[in-house]
C-alpha cells in the first residue's frame, strides 16, 4: 500500500551479496531503524514540530519532486540506488510506520503468519521471504513476527501449505520443528 515500499520492491533485484543478507546486516538495520525512531520521537517532543518531512523520501515520490530541494533528492537517490541491492532498505532501517506497525504482534488475537508443529522445515518459506522474517536455522523454522509485513510470499511457497494466517497468543517466535 505504501508507495515508496512498492517503488523499492520494484526495483530489487535478487542479489548475491551474502554480506546483504547477514544477521549482522539485519542487526543494523534494527537497530538504525530504533535510534531513527527514537531521534523523532524526541525531536517532535523538544520543538513540536515534525522536520523529518523536509527530507522524506516518501514526500519527495508522493509529491512528484514539487517543493524538494537538494537534500531531499539526495536522500531519495540514494535509497532508490540501495533498493537495488537490499529488498525495501527504508522501510527495515528508517521508517517510524514500519516499527510501529511491528507493535501489532502483542495485541491479543491479532492475526499473524505462523507454521504448525508438522512443519518440516525445508527452509522454502524462509528462501522465498525477501524481508528475511523467516529464517530457518538448523531444524527449526523461525518467524520474526516484528519484521514480518505480511505479504504472503511464504504462502504459495510451502509445499505442505502449512504456513497460513493464525490467530495466537504465542511469543515473538514461533517455533517450527521437524
Not at 514539487?66 to 533498493?83: E, K, P, Q, R
Request: aromatic residues 12%; hydrophobic residues 45%; positive net charge.
Amino acid at each position: 500500500m505504501c508507495h515508496l515500499g512498492a517503488m523499492q520492491e520494484f526495483l530489487y533485484r535478487r542479489n548475491r551479496f551474502k554480506a546483504l543478507k547477514g544477521v549482522a546486516a539485519q542487526r543494523i538495520m534494527k537497530y538504525l531503524r530504533i535510534a531513527l525512531f527514537a531521534t523523532l520521537v524526541v525531536q517532535l517532543l523538544s520543538t513540536n514540530s515534525y522536520l523529518f518531512d523536509r527530507i522524506d523520501p516518501f514526500r519527495i515520490v508522493y509529491n512528484l519532486g514539487l517543493g524538494a530541494d537538494w537534500t531531499t533528492w539526495t536522500l531519495t537517490a540514494f535509497v532508490l540506488l540501495v533498493s537495488l541491492f537490499i529488498y525495501r532498505p527504508f522501510c527495515r532501517a528508517a521508517c517510524p510506520i514500519g516499527l510501529v506497525l511491528g507493535f501489532v504482534k502483542y495485541i491479543p488475537f491479532a492475526a499473524r503468519i505462523a507454521s504448525p508443529s508438522n512443519c518440516i522445515a525445508c527452509s522454502s518459506a524462509s528462501k522465498s521471504c525477501d524481508y528475511q522474517a523467516i529464517n530457518k536455522i538448523g531444524t527449526n523454522t523461525i518467524i520474526k513476527h516484528q519484521d514480518c509485513i505480511a505479504c504472503g510470499d511464504c504462502l504459495g511457497e510451502c509445499g505442505k501449505h502449512c504456513m497460513g494466517f493464525k490467530h495466537t497468543k504465542t511469543a515473538e517466535k514461533v517455533l517450527c520443528t521437524k
